[in-house]
């Protein structure tokens, strides 16, 4: 801890002395969504339905570059890590439930979020259930903040365990053991905003309605001396929204032309606002719509666009990772995010030690069915044909589709077969199974003969 506040004090005092310092550029990576993109499934009340996951979100990284958020499924969103290369499912807390979210991840690997409306602490493979509501933040030492039964709303809590969020009527505060101040507004005491990030210096982000502009939202950096400072705009927008910064004094956030913004990303640094779309080296037809969280290397998880794409989580890597060494280990930080290794040297997070477990490569292991029922199943012609079904069991998703094909026709006497597939999210395919139903004809019921007699 001591190592890094020290790097960073002496960066920002070095970006002090330079001024305006040169606009850093990025590449950007698409975290694409988990599992295959077009998924086909039978939904309960019957029926073969196709469904194409078209979105993913990036909602934050840690310092081991590990970007966490939430996946479009058939079933709802799914929380995900995004480790190896791979975007992995966090699962979700209970078996009835239908979806969650991932929101946040500290540097030893610690997720938290929502699950079907219950906020989760997912540690070690395990979760745990905090409540109504959902977690939005944790720090190194497991405090968290975030969204109960009752406002107001923690967004985010830095090392020194002091929140920042929004109160019930709607204004930027922050916590301090329990003691509440409320920080203002550009507008005034009274006007609407929200604190979103606060890093370990104190230095706190958000959105406020700025009086001089019409009440329009605008992103806002209150200063380790108490001073609210509007953060401007750039180019055409009209409206701009700080969603965190970190120990460098880099922001990130959004800006737009309407109430809520989500049309272009943004960094702001030194004092200047750069559109992550103009840093961004090989964008290939992406749209950064917004910066979502930048971790202390300056990584930032983002949302974005592309046409005939969809909406996507996605990654912004500086192009200084390159040569920057993190942990001092002698290889660069961008050389160890794709040769999969550990940019922090977190030895105690492994793909294992959240969600479920996730070999190195990646989710190749196919799942197993298994017949439930009798096989072959044997039924009189004319009754009613339930399937029994089968199930499936996979070492690690608790998502998996099972579609069975065939028809029984019980009017008419006959063998048929019903045939069982399953996949996982990673898109591996189980080896099927067969089930045999016979449609015979009872004893007591015979064919009506007519008999006509000579006379």
């Not at 001024?19 to 975290?31: D, E, F």
């Not at 961004?280 to 749209?287: F, H, M, S, Y």
């Not at 339930?386 to 579609?403: L, N, Q």
Request: hydrophobic fraction near 35%; aromatic fraction near 10%; include cysteine.
């Amino acid at each position: 801890m001591f190592r890094l506040l020290f790097a960073v004090l002496t960066a920002s005092f070095l970006l002090a002395l330079s001024g305006h310092a040169q606009a850093p550029s990025y590449k950007v990576i698409n975290l694409r969504t988990i599992g295959p993109q077009v998924v086909t499934y039978t939904a309960w009340f019957g029926g073969e339905f196709t469904y194409t996951n078209n979105s993913s979100r990036g909602i934050s990284i840690n310092d081991s570059c590990i970007v966490v958020g939430a996946s479009s499924s058939p079933l709802g969103d799914r929380g995900f890590f995004y480790k190896n290369k791979t975007m992995n499912s966090v699962g979700v807390m209970d078996p009835s439930h239908t979806w969650s979210d991932a929101y946040d991840i500290n540097n030893k690997g610690v997720i938290t979020g929502s699950s079907f409306g219950r906020g989760y602490i997912l540690s070690n493979n395990v979760f745990s259930d905090v409540g109504d509501g959902r977690v939005h933040s944790i720090n190194e030492g497991g405090q968290f903040s975030g969204t109960g039964a009752v406002q107001p709303t923690g967004w985010r809590i830095n090392e020194s365990a002091v929140v920042v969020g929004e109160s019930g009527s709607r204004q930027p505060f922050k916590n301090i053991n329990g003691s509440i101040t409320l920080l203002g507004s550009l507008a005034g005491i009274d006007g609407l905003g929200s604190a979103n990030g606060i890093n370990d210096f104190g230095q706190i982000v958000g959105w406020t309605q700025d009086a001089n502009a019409g009440l329009r939202v605008k992103a806002f950096l209150v200063g380790t001396n108490g001073v609210m400072q509007n953060l401007g705009l750039i180019k055409d927008y009209t409206y701009s929204d700080a969603y965190d910064i970190n120990n460098q004094s880099q922001v990130v956030g959004s800006l737009g032309n309407s109430n809520w913004t989500g049309e272009a990303g943004f960094l702001w640094q030194n004092g200047t606002m750069y559109d992550l779309n103009d840093l961004v080296t090989n964008r290939d037809g992406w749209i950064i719509k917004r910066g979502n969280k930048i971790n202390n290397l300056g990584w930032i998880a983002a949302d974005g666009s592309k046409d005939g794409v969809g909406d996507r989580a996605l990654l912004l890597i500086p192009d200084t990772a390159n040569t920057s060494d993190y942990d001092g280990d002698g290889v660069s930080d961008a050389r160890e995010f794709f040769d999969k290794t550990d940019i922090n040297n977190s030895s105690s997070f492994t793909p294992s030690s959240i969600g479920a477990s996730v070999p190195a490569g990646g989710d190749t292991q196919a799942p197993t069915l298994n017949l439930l029922g009798l096989n072959p199943l044997i039924i009189p012609r004319g009754s009613a044909f339930a399937d029994p079904g089968a199930s499936v069991i996979d070492d690690t998703d608790e998502y998996r589709t099972v579609i069975g094909t065939g028809t029984v026709d019980t009017t008419a006497v006959g063998i048929y077969t019903i045939t069982y597939t399953a996949q996982d999210l990673a898109g591996n395919l189980a080896a099927p199974v067969e089930r045999s139903v016979f449609v015979y004809q009872p004893n007591n019921t015979h064919t009506t003969h007519t008999h006509t007699e000579s006379k």
